[in-house]
C-alpha cells in the first residue's frame, strides 16, 4: 500500500531474540540420578521413548 516507502525498518536487527545476559554458553548441566523426583523420572522416559519414535520413523 505504500505505507513503508521510503523508510529503513532496523528494528529487526538491532533487537535480538534473546538478551545477551540470557543466553548459555552450551554447556550441559550434570545430571544426578539420586536427586531426581518423580517428574524428572516421568520426564526423561517420555524423552526416551519420543526419541524412540524419531529413530523409527528415519528407519522407514
Known sequence: MGR?????SNNKAS??????????DGQDVE???????????????????ANQRVKNRNRK
Do not use: F, I, M
Open 15 to 24: 533487537l535480538p531474540q534473546v538478551p545477551k545476559n540470557l543466553k548459555t
Open 31 to 49: 545430571y544426578s540420578a539420586e536427586l531426581a523426583d518423580q517428574a524428572d523420572l516421568e520426564a526423561q522416559a517420555r524423552a526416551n521413548a
Open 4 to 8: 513503508t516507502h521510503g523508510q529503513k
